[in-house]
């Protein structure tokens, strides 16, 4: 998986999941997912909101729940993917991309191993 490129079927909860980065030397990538924007208990301390029309899958105000974010292995997304339990969306822009990647190291609710997987996709000039 390659950053922006977005999935259901990681969660029981239907989310959208948005790739932040390539792999780490340990295999992982940064997720992210969205949820319902409008409870500050969920936005955390920062809020990137997505409107509807940032991404077809968006049809209400929703925010990237950087409380959920996590590393994901690549191998078993990888085969998830193959046998269709994960199912691919359009990916992001390269705006919203961005903005969640930066909000992402902005935010206090991210582990250190992330913020650095996030940080080396941007250094590499991609995402």
Not at 50 to 58: D, N
Not at 61 to 69: D, G
Not at 77 to 86: F, H, K, Q, V
Not at 101 to 114: D, E, I, R, V, Y
Request: glycine share 10%.
């Amino acid at each position: 998986m390659i950053p922006g490129e977005t999935f259901i079927g990681y969660d029981l909860g239907n989310h959208l999941w948005i790739v932040l980065s390539f792999p780490n030397e340990r295999g992982r990538i940064a997720l992210v997912n969205l949820t319902t924007h409008g409870h500050s208990s969920r936005c955390g301390d920062h809020c990137i909101v997505v409107q509807p029309g940032e991404h077809p899958f968006v049809r209400r105000a929703s925010c990237i729940h950087y409380r959920k974010s996590t590393l994901g292995l690549t191998q078993p997304l990888d085969a998830d993917r193959e046998r269709r339990t994960l199912s691919m969306r359009e990916p992001v822009s390269v705006e919203l991309l961005r903005r969640a990647q930066n909000g992402a190291l902005a935010s206090h609710l991210t582990k250190p191993g992330f913020k650095a997987a996030v940080r080396a996709t941007l250094e590499r000039g991609a995402g």
